[in-house]
């Protein structure tokens, strides 16, 4: 089963070798292997992923590397690194993915039927929202199937820098890719404390006010830490962090013991769902941000891909219209 029309693809990858692609005898089961091993950096567990046994993994390996004509990847450790070669193969595996799952979707988009893998990485606040679109989404295609990925910001940079996915959700998209970025709704930021803290029943808060108060943040590089270090910064003034948290869950559960206060999106606090916080009415709060839905600007989106960004901008003005988020303004 040779690779037929992808030659050329492939073969752009490796234009500076000095072996012709022509004579690889490569399969697309040996790529999919190949793409597990980059994935979970075994070879026993490229063999789990792909759903075959360990031998046989090897053995697709080994002759995928005698295909190749060079070795693509030592085992140092129990660990695997790539070597030069199959880095590039790396690559022209991935984009050989790439081209393969949007011609199963344009294909089942010619047949009139609504169905495919629709993947979709998102960071960890878009849980909040997300699934609900994805659901309403999903419930007129039965015969669409979603992978979705939430993980903090940089994870989800990174499986945008690696083109895994359809779409990518998030609120502050890296201003180093060339990317198509598309607002679809806002991401409000508010302070929230507990309901007894000395401010809570004041009319307005002033900066000032709160240079002995701790802080409870997110993890550096999240879009919600980016945001209140810019707020901070422009304002020159140096809050006093007590720790960072990766989960907002665990930022309002430390917020509600009285550790501090923290700033978090207004997403994470749909009213009536955390009754012992309140948001102060700081200066400059709500801070204004958008959730952003996210693809390489290269990438020409699947008809699937396509349809369920449309859905995605349609149903979020249900959610702003239903003013379901505290601190949301018009």
């Excluded at 309403?136 to 990174?158: K, T, W």
């Excluded at 919600?224 to 665990?250: K, M």
């Excluded at 769902?273 to 958008?290: I, K, R």
Aim: positive net charge.
């Amino acid at each position: 089963q040779l690779l037929g029309p992808y030659f050329e693809l492939v073969k752009g990858y490796f234009k500076n070798t000095t072996y012709s692609i022509i004579t690889m005898n490569v399969t697309f089961r040996q790529l999919q292997l190949f793409r597990a091993l980059v994935s979970t950096g075994s070879i026993s567990g490229a063999a789990k992923e792909a759903n075959v046994t360990q031998p046989t993994a090897s053995v697709h390996l080994r002759d995928l590397s005698e295909a190749v004509g060079l070795p693509l990847y030592e085992v140092i450790g129990r660990k695997v690194f790539l070597t030069e070669a199959g880095r590039e193969l790396a690559k022209a595996a991935r984009g050989v993915q790439v081209e393969w799952d949007s011609f199963e979707q344009n294909i089942q988009a010619l047949r009139g039927g609504e169905s495919g893998l629709l993947k979709v990485s998102m960071v960890n606040t878009a849980q909040y929202f997300a699934p609900r679109l994805l659901g309403s989404f999903c419930a007129s295609r039965p015969g669409v199937d979603v992978s979705m990925v939430l993980l903090n910001r940089d994870g989800v940079i990174e499986r945008l820098r690696q083109n895994h996915d359809d779409l990518y959700i998030m609120s502050r998209p890296p201003a180093d890719l060339a990317l198509s970025a598309t607002a679809f709704m806002p991401n409000p930021l508010v302070v929230v404390a507990p309901a007894n803290h000395r401010l809570a029943k004041q009319p307005a808060v002033l900066l000032n006010e709160l240079g002995d108060v701790r802080f409870i943040t997110r993890e550096r590089g999240s879009g919600t830490r980016l945001a209140a270090d810019d707020y901070f910064r422009q304002r020159g003034f140096d809050p006093s962090v007590r720790f960072e948290l990766g989960s907002n869950e665990a930022i309002l559960e430390a917020v509600a013991g009285g550790m501090g206060i923290a700033i978090v999106s207004a997403h994470s606090i749909r009213k009536g769902s955390h009754p012992e916080l309140v948001t102060l009415p700081l200066e400059g709060f709500p801070l204004q941000s958008s959730w952003q839905i996210v693809h390489p600007s290269g990438r020409r989106l699947s008809p699937l891909a396509a349809a369920f960004k449309a859905h995605l901008i349609s149903a979020a003005k249900e959610i702003v219209g239903a003013r379901e988020i505290v601190g949301l303004v018009s």
